[in-house]
């Protein structure tokens, strides 16, 4: 059986390497019950990673004080995660595809834990370095996290049940950064006494040091690369092909406008809500002083509404195929999210900032997955992975750019200032996004070829 791309600029020579399997040979599929397990593992100990993004920023003024150390350099503590991630994808995305997913995790899981145990050793005043480089190493190891989901998924579980999994993958990324909002202000609470707030430091440190190497043992037990048989026809077809190449990949998507103008759409909206959320801590006690277990609560709001967003907005995709609507009506509720959580801060009540930042995070971490799915669309039939490792480099490149410049307004003129250029940078976006083209390529080769 052959199958034509009509219409599909390039699909043609990225499917020509394709291996078939010849349609006289009997497929053998198995689906394996410690998928689960897998998975399991894969969850937590990314969640174990992603809890650490935020663990300084979130208490920078206590970090700050016990370190003495500037306000700026505490923020780097978060921008680290986003640089690691820009100048390590390419050599990640190598290993991950050369040696697997298993040796991806392993290399990971150990950075994490041995990044971990660095900190055990930086709860003293005169040891910020060490504290930073332990928290870069652990950021490294980020760059072994963001892409194995979707990779898990298809070679673990079957076409009924892939995208549920792969959601699931990502959902510990979600969970870390949840948890990371909120345990580090329960556990280093303000103090005049340095002696104190060091004291609670080395129990956070030790806690989750113990608790990564805990996790480490179970993944180098029990984790497993890929199981003995493929679950499905289609990742046994995916086994035997061989790779059209990376770079000729990538050249396609550069080359193609629609993508372009998502990409920096999509850099804008997830580098606001990266800018925001390092400097979540010193906008919130800029109105409500000592309540930093507050501001930890409030990340924990957004990330928790941006779950519920993410979910919802699968549902709708799934339900209408109305790619660019939904992502240009998300994408412009966000924009309205950013304007009133700007002009509510000053109100004086701390359950209206809840609330706004709730609103905010529904949108934008919402947005996440409609702007894969959006991506996917315009550049079938390039692979997905490629097309979202991209997207997330340019979120890392504009969270970086968006927070120092966030900072910048913020210490010469004020918060409202600062978050009004913010609210400009989504208007930009929103316009961005309004001039992509709807070529849903991958839904007409489904109308095309309905059958596989």
């Known amino acids: 059986m052959s199958a034509e791309y009509v219409g599909l600029p390039g699909a043609k020579e990225a499917a020509a390497s394709v291996t078939a399997v010849p349609t006289h040979q ?3 599929c198995r689906v394996y019950r410690r998928r689960w397990l897998i998975l399991i593992l894969f969850v937590v100990y990314s969640m174990s990673n992603a809890m650490q ?3 300084y920023s979130i208490i920078g003024n206590i970090v700050s004080k016990f370190y003495s150390v500037p306000s700026s350099l505490v923020d780097w503590t978060s921008m680290i995660y986003m640089l690691s991630y820009i100048t390590l994808v390419f050599p990640g995305s190598w290993i991950l595809d050369k040696w697997g997913i298993r040796v991806a995790v392993v290399i990971g899981a150990l950075g994490t834990c041995l990044g ?6 930086s709860a003293q005043p005169d040891r910020f370095a ?7 190493i652990v950021a490294i190891s980020q760059v072994f996290i963001l892409s194995v989901p979707a990779r898990l998924a298809a070679v673990w579980f079957g076409s009924d049940q892939v995208s549920s999994a792969c959601s699931i993958g990502v959902f510990g990324n979600q ?3 949840a948890i990371g909002f909120v345990l580090p202000p329960m556990m280093v609470p303000n103090s005049e006494n340095l002696s104190t707030i060091g004291a609670d430091l080395s129990l956070m440190y030790y806690s989750i040091a113990i608790f990564t190497s805990v996790l480490l043992g179970f993944i180098l037990i029990f984790f497993q690369g890929a199981p003995p048989l493929p679950p499905s026809p289609a990742q046994a077809v995916q086994r035997a092909a061989e790779n059209t190449g990376f770079l000729e990949s990538v050249k396609r998507l550069i080359l193609n406008p629609g993508y372009i103008l998502l990409l ?3 850099g804008i909206n997830v580098g606001v809500f990266y800018a925001i959320s390092t400097l979540l801590n010193e906008i919130v006690l800029t109105y409500f002083p000592g309540r930093e277990v507050d501001a930890g609560r409030i990340g924990l709001v957004m990330v928790f509404a941006g779950m519920l967003g993410s979910v919802m907005c699968g549902m709708i995709l799934d339900k209408t195929h109305k790619f660019k609507e939904t992502t240009l009506a998300v994408y412009g509720f966000s924009l309205v999210g950013m304007i009133i959580y700007t002009f509510t801060l000053s109100c004086g009540y701390i359950g209206v900032v809840y609330l706004t930042a709730g609103l905010l995070g529904f949108f934008m971490t919402g947005y996440l997955p409609v702007g894969f799915e959006f991506a996917a669309e315009l550049t ?3 692979p ?3 097309s979202a490792g991209l997207l997330n480099g340019a979120a890392q490149i504009f969270g970086i750019i968006f927070t120092m410049f966030y900072r910048w307004v913020l210490e010469e003129a004020g918060d409202l200032w600062a978050n009004i250029t913010l609210s400009a940078a989504l208007l930009v976006g929103t316009i961005l996004t309004a001039s992509i083209k709807s070529d849903l390529r991958r839904q007409a080769a489904h109308a095309k070829n309905p059958q596989p």
Request: no cysteine; charged share 15%; glycine share 10%.
């Open 53 to 55: 993004w935020i663990q």
């Open 264 to 266: 920096l759409s999509y």
């Open 175 to 177: 969970l870390g950064v």
């Open 116 to 121: 971990s145990w660095l900190k055990v050793a």
């Open 26 to 28: 009997a497929i053998e």
């Open 384 to 386: 997905e992975g490629t």
């Open 130 to 136: 060490i504290a930073f480089a332990g928290h870069t």
């Open 380 to 382: 079938y039939p390039e």
